[in-house]
């Protein structure tokens, strides 16, 4: 079990959908964090938040959309997806301003069909 | 951040020690080095980090040489379920409440029976 619980597991959606993956910690974290990690290779930055407020996007396509309404909470709202978009996202969190780790969820398998 | 070299796979007998060396010859004085690994399927997992000094935690041993230049992570009697990519990152500490952290490919170990 992680700390970090990610929502849903896994979803399927079509190029046309908008859905939302939903990111929830109680650690007091104030940063939280967005990667994506396509099948075989490591996890790509796309989206640190610090304090509520975007402070990284790794140019992203703006069919993705981060939102992090409170200090607990982050999502990442999909809208007209690739079937290249199909991942793993990951989220994390971390304390900010001290060396802790950063704390991963499982993820959300993405499948765009 | 530091660029960081890892073997792309390893094999342990399970029950022996795992040794797994990270090459980071360009580290810089304030930057510390980090173990990550990640279990098939789920998300990333912190092991261990240090600056200067050799650490130990209930997970591994950190050796880090003392030109900092290289670092081996060691799990002490491995298992099976120590089979995972591991990833070593070496970066600055928290920089505007959060840490940027970078993957690079990382070590695939196989733990074997």
């Known amino acids: 079990d992680t700390e970090v619980t990610q929502t849903p597991k896994h979803l399927v959606m079509g190029m046309t959908n908008k859905k939302s993956l939903k990111c929830e910690q109680h650690m007091g974290h104030r940063a939280m964090y967005w990667y994506k990690q396509k099948a075989k290779k490591p996890p790509e930055l796309m989206f640190v938040?610090?304090?509520?407020?975007?402070?990284i996007n790794e140019s992203v396509p703006s069919r993705f959309s981060p939102e992090c309404p409170n200090s607990s909470l982050l999502n990442l709202h999909l809208h007209a997806l690739q079937p290249e978009d199909s991942a793993l996202y990951l989220c994390?969190?971390?304390?900010?301003?001290?060396?802790?780790?950063?704390?991963f969820g499982n993820g959300t398998r993405l499948t765009v069909t | 951040d530091a660029k960081t070299t890892q073997p792309p796979s390893m094999d342990c007998a399970e029950g022996r020690a795992a040794n797994l060396p990270c090459n980071h010859s360009t580290i810089s004085g304030n930057e510390y080095v980090y173990w990550y690994r990640q279990i098939h399927s789920q998300g990333p997992q912190y092991i261990i980090h240090?600056?200067?000094n050799n650490e130990t935690n209930e997970m591994a041993s950190l050796i880090i040489t003392e030109d900092r230049k290289s670092s081996t992570l060691i799990l002490p009697h491995a298992t099976l379920r120590d089979t995972a990519v591991y990833y070593c990152i070496v970066r600055v500490g928290p920089s505007g409440g959060y840490q940027k952290v970078t993957f690079g490919t990382g070590t695939k170990l196989q733990v074997i029976p």
């Open positions: 994390a969190s971390s304390q900010g301003q001290s060396n802790s780790p950063l704390h």
């Open positions: 938040y610090s304090y509520e407020k975007l402070s």
């Open positions: 240090g600056l200067k």
